[in-house]
């Protein structure tokens, strides 16, 4: 647990600390196969605000020569510093960061045998990490030993890209963003937080019971029902629970397709539910969208269907197959 201390030793800091060089935060990222790595610091300040999560790749760790990583566990991050700013060999509990004018007593830190580092490892959402994101001046004060101040340019934005990097590997992951680091959540299904975007999206999450994977096309985007305002179809097919199957119907081929529509979807807090083989918007000669799903090759054949889909429209109560 970080303390938070306000005191008169802010005017002492400001007399005994050592300017570090001027620098500006940089962030940088890497893959190795393994492991997805965000990283932000002002070096030639050897200061990093660092974490890690599962590449794409999954390759074994052993193979790429990162079996010794220290791994972050899920929305984590690594505050880390040299030797040169904090000296000693051994756990230290008597390190101060002051953030502007806001002391923080920091956990006791261990100093890492293989990197030659001081590490101390964060919640992203931790609330000293979101003031040193914004904070104007830094100053570490470690016990008795030399103050430094230290660089401030640039860190918001390089420790956002740092944070993101690992976030969009946690996401891919499976591993959910906890609602205290929504900034660094995707768009629903790449676009804005619109109600009915919202509204398909909780969806998942009470359809599989928990977290899920979804991809880049679980949510289609149009105006089925003319009235100009984003509706939106959750196709389940876009969508992996990772607890367990989804409560939707997904079977070897039909699969369920939910349908948010702005007009309706409000009063009813429902969406219009539908299983298809497939499912995609078509523009329709009246400016509106119409939902195109594909059927079973049983009913494809039992009705002479060329392409094996039917085209429905909203009639303003309902979907209706356009003749």
């Given at each position: 647990?970080?303390?938070?201390?306000?005191?008169?030793?802010?005017?002492?800091?400001?007399?005994?600390a050592t300017v570090a060089p001027a620098q500006v935060w940089v962030a940088s990222k890497a893959d190795d196969g393994a492991y997805v790595y965000g990283s932000a610091s002002p070096e030639p300040v050897q200061l990093w605000l660092s974490c890690n999560a599962p590449s794409a790749t999954r390759l074994?760790?052993?193979?790429?020569?990162?079996?010794?990583?220290?791994?972050?566990?899920?929305?984590?991050?690594?505050?880390?510093?040299?030797?040169?700013?904090?000296?000693?060999?051994?756990?230290?509990?008597?390190?101060?960061?002051?953030?502007?004018?806001?002391?923080?007593?920091?956990?006791?830190?261990?100093?890492?045998?293989?990197?030659?580092?001081?590490?101390?490892?964060?919640?992203?959402?931790?609330?000293?990490?979101?003031?040193?994101?914004?904070?104007?001046?830094?100053?570490?004060?470690?016990?008795?030993?030399?103050?430094?101040?230290?660089?401030?340019?640039?860190?918001?934005?390089?420790?956002?890209?740092?944070?993101?990097?690992?976030?969009?590997?946690?996401?891919?992951?499976?591993?959910?963003?906890?609602?205290?680091?929504?900034?660094?959540?995707?768009?629903?299904?790449?676009?804005?937080?619109?109600?009915?975007?919202?509204?398909?999206?909780?969806?998942?999450?009470?359809?599989?019971?928990?977290?899920?994977?979804r991809g880049p096309e679980y949510l289609l985007a149009g105006n089925i029902d003319g009235d100009g305002t984003e509706d939106i179809i959750l196709d389940w097919r876009a969508v992996e629970c990772l607890s367990g199957p989804p409560r939707p119907y997904c079977g070897a081929s039909m699969c369920s397709?939910?349908?948010?529509?702005?007009?309706?979807?409000?009063?009813?807090?429902?969406?219009?539910?539908?299983?298809?083989?497939?499912?995609?918007?078509?523009?329709?000669?009246?400016?509106?969208?119409?939902?195109?799903?594909?059927?079973?090759?049983?009913?494809?054949?039992?009705?002479?269907?060329?392409?094996?889909?039917?085209?429905?429209?909203?009639?303003?109560?309902?979907?209706?197959?356009?003749?």
């Amino acid at each position: 647990m970080i303390r938070i201390l306000r005191r008169a030793a802010a005017i002492y800091l400001a007399l005994v600390a050592t300017v570090a060089p001027a620098q500006v935060w940089v962030a940088s990222k890497a893959d190795d196969g393994a492991y997805v790595y965000g990283s932000a610091s002002p070096e030639p300040v050897q200061l990093w605000l660092s974490c890690n999560a599962p590449s794409a790749t999954r390759l074994p760790p052993l193979q790429v020569g990162a079996h010794e990583e220290t791994v972050s566990a899920p929305y984590t991050i690594r505050l880390e510093f040299s030797n040169a700013l904090i000296p000693g060999i051994g756990p230290r509990a008597d390190i101060h960061l002051w953030v502007g004018q806001t002391a923080y007593l920091l956990p006791q830190l261990a100093l890492n045998e293989m990197t030659g580092v001081w590490e101390l490892t964060l919640s992203m959402a931790d609330p000293m990490l979101t003031a040193m994101r914004a904070a104007d001046r830094l100053v570490l004060a470690p016990g008795r030993d030399q103050a430094w101040e230290l660089p401030v340019q640039g860190l918001a934005g390089a420790a956002k890209t740092a944070m993101q990097t690992c976030v969009d590997a946690w996401i891919s992951a499976g591993f959910e963003v906890p609602p205290a680091l929504s900034e660094f959540a995707p768009a629903y299904g790449g676009g804005a937080a619109t109600p009915m975007r919202v509204a398909a999206d909780a969806a998942v999450s009470a359809g599989c019971n928990g977290p899920a994977t979804r991809g880049p096309e679980y949510l289609l985007a149009g105006n089925i029902d003319g009235d100009g305002t984003e509706d939106i179809i959750l196709d389940w097919r876009a969508v992996e629970c990772l607890s367990g199957p989804p409560r939707p119907y997904c079977g070897a081929s039909m699969c369920s397709a939910e349908i948010f529509l702005s007009s309706a979807y409000p009063r009813s807090g429902r969406s219009e539910d539908w299983l298809a083989l497939g499912v995609e918007l078509v523009p329709l000669s009246n400016g509106n969208d119409g939902v195109r799903m594909g059927v079973s090759q049983a009913t494809c054949a039992e009705r002479g269907l060329a392409e094996c889909a039917l085209l429905y429209y909203w009639d303003g109560l309902r979907l209706r197959e356009l003749p």
